[in-house]
């Protein structure tokens, strides 16, 4: 089966620019999550969609981010107005149930704004 | 306060012996535990999870043990290759939500 996947796999933005990250999560899994690599940090919890439904998006650092799941396949993460400390490599990872069992991830968005 | 940590920042061992990477919590609760290996350049690819009533998971060259008195879990890679060279994450999964939390990694170099 194919992976997940996230597009683009770089993108380098000027602060105040707009970004749209995309990930199209394995077909059939209705849990979709976002996570978030700042340098030297770990990996952190973004939000949690089941099917086109928000479950939780506690882990959202501000209002600038704005994830969508139409329709309940891909998703989108716009970041507006981008922010310095918003660079990071933002993952995308799908699951077919929601607990007792392993995410696959994509391979992720580098995001840099300078 | 809530902290997660794996052992050390980087592991070097020889090929064919085998590797121990920790993961120590503070503070959590987790019903789940789960291992990841990244790549450079890629996502986490995940391995093995054990649950918070199990003591010990096997899976090929790979074993992870859980000590919830502990607040420990071990992970093993025997007869280790240098294909086995990585980082490896430990994640926690409180149950009563759907977050995974995760340590910052250790990155294993495995010579040959």
């Known amino acids: 089966e194919a992976g997940v996947t996230q597009f683009p796999s770089h993108s380098v933005i000027e602060k105040g620019q707009t970004v749209t990250l995309r990930c199209d999560p394995i077909?059939?899994?209705?849990?979709l999550y976002w996570y978030r690599r700042v340098m030297g940090k770990e990996i952190k919890f973004l939000l949690h969609?089941?099917?086109?439904?928000?479950?939780?998006e506690s882990g959202m650092p501000n209002n600038r981010f704005l994830a969508e799941r139409t329709g309940g396949t891909y998703s989108t993460l716009k970041v507006q107005p981008a922010e310095l400390e918003d660079s990071g490599v933002y993952f995308c990872a799908s699951s077919q149930v929601t607990q007792g069992s392993g995410y696959t991830f994509g391979s992720g968005t580098r995001l840099t704004v300078v | 306060s809530q902290k997660i940590e794996q052992n050390s920042e980087a592991l070097n061992i020889q090929e064919g012996k085998t590797a121990t990477l920790t993961c120590n919590y503070t503070n959590y609760s987790p019903a789940y535990l789960q291992w990841y290996r990244q790549d450079p350049g890629r996502g986490p690819v995940f391995l093995l999870l054990i649950r918070e009533n199990e003591k010990e998971k096997r899976k090929e060259r790979l074993k992870v043990t859980f000590d919830t008195t502990l607040k420990q879990s071990l992970f093993h890679i025997t007869a280790s290759q240098p294909a086995d060279s990585a980082t490896y994450l430990c994640?926690?999964?409180?149950?009563?939500?759907?977050?995974?939390?995760f340590g910052k990694g250790t990155l294993l170099t495995v010579n040959p």
């Open positions: 077909s059939g899994h209705d849990n």
């Open positions: 994640a926690l999964d409180e149950g009563s939500n759907y977050k995974l939390t």
């Open positions: 969609f089941v099917k086109e439904s928000k479950q939780d």
